[in-house]
């Protein structure tokens, strides 16, 4: 064991190792050792690790070829590295902790501040292009940026190093009056399929599966994702929509790309949406909690764990490196307040049919009504209600989550409240009879 045999053959880089290792534990248990990638993206990345060289801290990651690079700092302490398409052929969680992943120390010592990468993610942004967003531990300089090619394959690094407060709000500000003016720049929702005259008189839902590409959501703890799981069933959801045929149904994403909260709410508004649902499925720390809740839009929460997951919601787009920019609202406009009201008592009302009819085919959570300040709640002319599946921390709730025949089973009982409110709505009142 202590021999220095140089003929040794050289070790595979700790990053490599943790990827195989995933690999085995997955294939143990059945399921695909990596995440599905994107079928059209010319390059893959394959691993990543941190590297601490002195003051300065180094994210690399192994790809199959170079790409073209553009770094810039951004608001709430953030590096944001924008990419044409790679598919990441890694544990989406790798970045969850960067202080927990294999580091290469340097010649030079590492400086008694220590790494400047508190964590990272990344994934697809928009149709044809890719982003990595960095949180910091303290203001940084990108001393570069680039994919290098290399005998044993391409890599890209992102180097830091140290940077007063000052000057990085600087190069946050100078990077946002480049782009303020630029059109377009925000990924949007996903465009929906032509349909015929007839349909057209059906009332449309708008099916909104939370999070997405670069924003992974919650995870549990064998690796499960938040947005595969919700798009899951919100494709389910879609399928039975569409059999039973008494309603159209569009999917604020139709694939695994990110979508702004602001992108999500006007996607509805656009197409004329009679309702919006949003599915989610968090988790907490505590594992013994489980069960369904739905949410309703309200200034005020209903509770403080409402207001935490309003909050936690909230920063959607932060995580993906958007800076959120909410519409501003006619505010003391009375038609406009009327409408919000009136839209926000539809919302209750079919808040209330869902919780009848998903207690029918799946389990709720002990405090199923709640209400707070979701920011993909607000079109003020869209009822609008997020459905939490379950917490990915519970295991009961988990096994379910993962479950086609749950799955199927819930989604079943949404498309009846769904149909329920209508017909609700749609039937005269006892005045109108008369």
């Given at each position: ?190 465009a929906p399929a032509p349909s015929d005259a007839g349909q057209q008189a059906l009332p449309l839902v708008v099916i909104d599966p939370g999070h997405g590409g670069v924003d992974i959501g919650a995870s549990g703890r064998h690796g499960e994702l938040e947005k595969n799981i919700v798009f899951e069933f919100a494709q389910a959801l879609k399928a039975s929509i569409e059999k039973s045929a008494r309603a159209r149904v569009l999917l604020t994403r139709d694939s695994d790309v990110f979508i702004p909260l602001d992108g999500r709410v006007r996607f509805a508004r656009e197409h004329g949406a009679s309702l919006f649902l949003s599915i989610h499925a968090d988790t907490l720390g505590a594992g013994n909690v489980q069960g369904a809740t739905v949410y309703t839009v309200a200034a005020k929460a209903t509770d403080a764990e409402s207001a935490r997951i309003a909050a936690k919601e909230n ?120």
């Amino acid at each position: 064991m202590g021999s220095s045999d140089s003929r040794r053959p050289s070790r595979p880089s700790a990053a490599l190792v943790a990827a195989l290792t995933l690999a085995g534990v997955a294939s143990a248990r059945g399921e695909s050792a990596l995440p599905a990638a994107s079928e059209t993206a010319a390059v893959s990345a394959i691993a990543a690790r941190v590297d601490q060289r002195g003051a300065q801290t180094r994210l690399l990651f192994e790809l199959t070829a170079p790409v073209k690079v553009e770094a810039f700092a951004a608001a709430g302490s953030r590096i944001i590295v924008d990419l044409p398409e790679v598919a990441f052929r890694l544990d989406p969680t790798i970045g969850r902790d960067a202080a927990a992943l294999p580091t290469t120390l340097g010649d030079a010592p590492p400086s008694a501040d220590g790494a400047l990468i508190r964590s990272f993610r990344f994934g697809l942004f928009a149709t044809g292009r890719s982003r990595v967003v960095i949180d910091l531990v303290r203001p940084a300089r990108i001393v570069r940026a680039e994919s290098v090619e290399r005998p044993e394959g391409a890599r890209l690094e992102i180097d830091l190093v140290p940077e007063d407060q000052n000057a990085f709000d600087q190069a946050v500000a100078v990077h946002a009056g480049t782009t303020s003016q630029t059109a377009g720049a925000a990924p949007r929702a996903a465009a929906p399929a032509p349909s015929d005259a007839g349909q057209q008189a059906l009332p449309l839902v708008v099916i909104d599966p939370g999070h997405g590409g670069v924003d992974i959501g919650a995870s549990g703890r064998h690796g499960e994702l938040e947005k595969n799981i919700v798009f899951e069933f919100a494709q389910a959801l879609k399928a039975s929509i569409e059999k039973s045929a008494r309603a159209r149904v569009l999917l604020t994403r139709d694939s695994d790309v990110f979508i702004p909260l602001d992108g999500r709410v006007r996607f509805a508004r656009e197409h004329g949406a009679s309702l919006f649902l949003s599915i989610h499925a968090d988790t907490l720390g505590a594992g013994n909690v489980q069960g369904a809740t739905v949410y309703t839009v309200a200034a005020k929460a209903t509770d403080a764990e409402s207001a935490r997951i309003a909050a936690k919601e909230n920063l959607a787009d932060q995580a993906a490196g958007v800076e959120s920019k909410a519409e501003a609202e006619e505010v003391g406009d009375i038609l406009f307040d009327l409408a919000r009201r009136e839209t926000r008592a539809l919302g209750r009302e079919f808040s209330a049919v869902l919780l009848s009819k998903w207690r029918e085919r799946a389990s709720l959570n002990k405090n199923p009504s709640r209400a707070a300040s979701f920011v993909v709640l607000k079109a003020h002319d869209v009822p609008s209600a997020l459905l939490e599946l379950g917490y990915l921390s519970s295991e009961k709730d988990l096994a379910n989550l993962t479950s086609p025949e749950w799955r199927a089973r819930a989604a079943e009982g949404v498309r009846e409240a769904i149909e329920a409110y209508f017909v609700a709505r749609d039937r005269p009142s006892r005045a109108d009879s008369e």
